[in-house]
């Protein structure tokens, strides 16, 4: 659930901007000409060191890539992200609820 509100809200385009030659760079592997393919739903880092153990070349969802960019472990950028959809949701409760009042704002004298 988590993986996929951070989906919804997050563009891979905007998330890592194309290079001139129309793709993103991989500075989390301080890559000097950029080789990272951007499609809708992920992305594909074609550099020449981005093989997976299993020999697929590296790649994924916005939630993957931002785990990359920001050069963490994937359990640490899902706990802050979780800190944040709490956060929100109590935010969108408060307004709602105090919303709900008929007479929110109103006094008689």
Do not use: C
Not at 50 to 55: K, L, P, S, Y
Not at 74 to 99: D, F, S, Y
């Amino acid at each position: 659930m988590l993986a996929a509100w951070y989906n919804e809200r997050n563009r891979i385009y905007d998330l890592l901007p194309l290079e001139h030659n129309g793709m993103g760079l991989a500075s989390w592997r301080r890559e000097r000409t950029a080789s990272v393919g951007l499609r809708e739903v992920g992305w594909v880092d074609f550099g020449a060191s981005a093989r997976r153990a299993d020999g697929k070349q590296d790649g994924g969802d916005a939630l993957e890539l931002t785990v990359r960019l920001n050069e963490e472990l994937k359990p640490e950028v899902m706990r802050e992200l979780a800190r944040q959809l709490v956060r929100r949701r109590k935010r969108w409760k408060a307004r709602h609820t105090g919303a709900s009042s008929p007479h929110r704002g109103y006094r008689r004298s």
